[in-house]
């Protein structure tokens, strides 16, 4: 069963960069169709899409987000990356990678436990 | 970017009760709209995808309807476990867009 789990510092410095790294396990990013999505959702509040890249390395991003957003994937590491930069406290939030494709690309059926990070000097 | 907005925000009911949820979009789905359950502190969980079909592994008391612009998740005799925010998300229109979410909490 495949399993994602996501990593990278829980603070961040305004105006720095925001780094985080989805494992992917149990299965192969490389085979058949792989869609993965960057959600995130601050504390008590709903659930924004960041963007997805497949297998191939593409990428489609949230327009809100798309000028401070870099999402990558890395087939021998089975895993994927999101760069958030120039953050400020509005990028506080839990961030989660989740898998899509089965039922159509922005269909999660799998999603990591998620990661808080939080943006304060 | 499409809209969508769920009612009610929150409700209270009982174990047992039916309940329904809708979401409605600032223009039509075309059935490209799925449904989340989330618990505190825990990831969302597929329910529905395609309007009505059920995820594997979902109890059958869950159920999904509509079309065009508006859709309803019916729970059918809700059980202890139900109690959680539910989401409606659209995947017609790129960027995909969820819901502000429901709340079903015990009355």
């Known amino acids: 069963q495949v399993q994602l789990q996501e990593s990278g510092p829980g603070l961040v410095k305004p105006s720095q960069t925001l780094s985080l790294t989805c494992s992917v396990s149990g299965g192969s990013i490389s085979g058949g169709s792989f869609y993965c999505s960057w959600i995130r959702q601050p504390a008590g509040k709903g659930l924004e899409w960041i963007g997805r890249?497949?297998?191939?390395?593409?990428?489609n991003y949230n327009p809100s987000l798309e000028s401070r957003v870099t999402i990558s994937v890395d087939t021998s590491k089975n895993e994927l990356s999101l760069r958030l930069s120039s953050v400020t406290a509005a990028d506080t939030a839990v961030y989660y990678c989740?898998?899509?494709?089965?039922?159509?690309?922005?269909?999660?059926?799998?999603w990591g436990q998620g990661t808080e990070v939080t943006v304060s000097s | 970017d499409i809209q969508v907005t769920q009612s009610p925000s929150s409700l209270s009911a009982s174990v047992g009760a039916r309940v329904t949820i809708t979401c409605r979009a600032s223009q039509t789905l075309s059935r490209y709209l799925n449904w989340y359950q989330q618990k505190p502190g825990k990831a969302p969980k597929l329910l529905i995808y395609a309007a009505s079909s059920l995820q594997s592994g979902v109890p059958s008391r869950f159920s999904g309807g509509g079309s065009g612009t508006e859709y309803i998740l019916t729970i059918s005799g809700l059980q202890p476990e139900d109690f959680a925010t539910y989401y409606c998300?659209?995947?017609?229109?790129?960027?995909?867009?969820f819901g502000q979410g429901t709340r079903v909490e015990i009355k």
């Open positions: 890249v497949d297998a191939t390395g593409r990428t």
């Open positions: 989740a898998r899509g494709g089965v039922w159509g690309p922005d269909a999660f059926d799998i």
């Open positions: 998300q659209q995947t017609y229109i790129a960027p995909p867009t």
